[in-house]
């Protein structure tokens, strides 16, 4: 009995440092808040334009502004209080939700409003994103982190399968954005104030002079450090190369010839598949051979592209996609642990924030690349074609970063 409640208590050893659960808590929210705004926002502009384009122009607007500001953000973060940073990003999403709320019931017309808030969230999760990443360390020893990371993992994809059903559900119920927008300035509101309860213990750290070798170091400090290197840029031409979640529609309509129904079904098998790998995860982490392990993760994640690229049944697209889910999840984890694990503390704000411009072009280029080439060589082709181009990535960068291949244990720093 002692010996089950001890392995119990392992598995969710992250939870008794003061603070992570409330952190989950209020991250959970705010992240769930905006995938029901961005269910809201893109029926509410289609409704007024009618137009496909200025639904690829979300996420535009949502992602320059982390390209132009990451150097900034990034050295505030490694300049200023985390938790107080954080707090100002929260307020910043419940003022955002507060200007689409008043901008829905004024019923505004013109879709320039609209699009002048998303960037102001789009400088916002600029900043937050980085915040988020580095605050973790801080609220728990290193040999903890990869359970923290796990969990958290677990809590962004849970908000991210839950929060577009919400803000749909919310959307019909209502008929209309106004009731999505008044539930996210609620429940962000709800997260900002919990975020005053949490109190990480902030480690000293140089306050280094503002100058434009201290906001490039974590450009440099990444291309110097062959293992964070090599897992970012895994991640980036992987996703990049095998990203097939643009072109679901065309495979719902067109290729297994099921209805909305069928799409929604295929939406969500990648974050069930993240979801249950992050639990999984978290009860029984890597303890061995974590870079084998990465790049078998990443090779199988273009195998199962490959077979959901070439099926003509729903179950099978919906089993391939959760499994493709599953292994996203196992690298994400195992480089998330070894940035943060190889990454010193007075320098984790700029190294997110690059990761966070890294991981932003994997996915909105990914989806940019897949329509390319669908309308290049079709959508079948397209698909296959960059599931054996995530297997090459693996393949190469396998032999290009020996460093990340021999990596063993994800909680000592090997760089």
């Keep these: 009995m002692a010996e089950s409640e001890t392995s119990s208590l392992s598995q969710r050893v992250a939870f008794t440092h003061p603070g992570f659960a409330l952190f989950l808590f209020a991250r959970w929210f705010v992240v769930a808040c905006l995938e029901m705004q961005s269910v809201a926002v893109a029926w509410q502009i289609y409704s007024i334009t009618h137009r496909p384009?200025?639904?690829?122009?979300?996420?535009?607007?949502?992602?320059?502004?982390?390209?132009?500001l990451f150097l900034v953000s990034g050295h505030s973060v490694d300049r200023f209080r985390r938790r107080s940073i954080l707090f100002l990003c929260y307020t910043g999403f419940t003022l955002c939700a507060t200007l689409l709320f008043w901008i829905s019931v004024h019923g505004v017309g013109s879709i320039r409003w609209i699009y002048a808030v998303i960037v102001l969230l789009g400088v916002v999760r600029s900043f937050n994103f980085p915040a988020t990443r580095a605050i973790i360390p801080e609220m728990v020893p290193e040999e903890h982190l990869p359970n923290a990371i796990a969990w958290a993992s677990t809590t962004f994809t849970s908000a991210t399968i839950l929060g577009p059903s919400i803000g749909g559900v919310i959307y019909a119920l209502f008929n209309g954005p106004t009731a999505v927008y008044a539930t996210s300035m609620a429940l962000s509101a709800?997260?900002?104030?919990?975020?005053?309860?949490?109190?990480?213990?902030?480690?000293?750290?140089?306050?280094?002079?503002?100058?434009l070798k201290t906001v490039m170091a974590g450009l440099h400090y990444i291309r110097s450090k062959k293992l964070i290197l090599g897992s970012i840029s895994l991640d980036l031409f992987a996703v990049l190369l095998a990203g097939a979640v643009a072109l679901l529609p065309a495979y719902a309509l067109d290729i297994l010839k099921t209805g909305p129904h069928g799409l929604g079904l295929l939406r969500s098998a990648q974050g069930i598949g993240a979801a249950a790998m992050a639990i999984s995860l978290a009860y029984r982490p890597l303890r061995k051979k974590a870079g084998t392990t990465l790049f078998?993760?990443?090779?199988?994640?273009?195998?199962?592209?490959?077979?959901?690229?070439?099926?003509?049944?729903?179950?099978?697209?919906?089993?391939?996609?959760?499994?493709?889910?599953?292994?996203?999840?196992?690298?994400?984890?195992?480089?998330?642990?070894?940035?943060?694990?190889?990454?010193?503390?007075?320098?984790?704000?700029?190294?997110?924030?690059?990761?966070m411009v890294f991981i932003g072009a994997s996915n909105q280029l990914g989806e940019a690349?897949?329509?390319?080439?669908?309308?290049?060589?079709?959508?079948?082709?397209?698909?296959?074609?960059?599931?054996?181009?995530a297997i090459l990535v693996a393949a190469l960068w396998a032999w290009g970063f020996p460093e990340l291949r021999r990596i063993d244990s994800i909680t000592s720093s090997q760089t």
Excluded: H
Excluded at 53 to 68: H, R, Y
Excluded at 190 to 211: D, F, G, M
Excluded at 374 to 388: D, E, S
């Design 53 to 68: 384009l200025d639904l690829g122009l979300i996420g535009l607007a949502q992602f320059l502004p982390g390209i132009c």
């Design 190 to 211: 709800l997260a900002t104030l919990s975020l005053l309860s949490v109190n990480p213990v902030s480690k000293p750290r140089a306050r280094e002079p503002i100058s």
């Design 296 to 355: 078998v993760c990443v090779a199988l994640y273009g195998v199962f592209t490959i077979v959901f690229g070439l099926s003509r049944n729903l179950y099978l697209s919906f089993a391939a996609l959760i499994l493709v889910g599953a292994c996203d999840m196992v690298s994400v984890i195992i480089r998330a642990v070894l940035i943060q694990v190889a990454t010193p503390d007075e320098m984790r704000g700029r190294v997110n924030a690059v990761d």
């Design 369 to 389: 690349e897949s329509g390319f080439t669908a309308a290049w060589l079709g959508v079948v082709p397209a698909v296959v074609l960059g599931g054996v181009g």
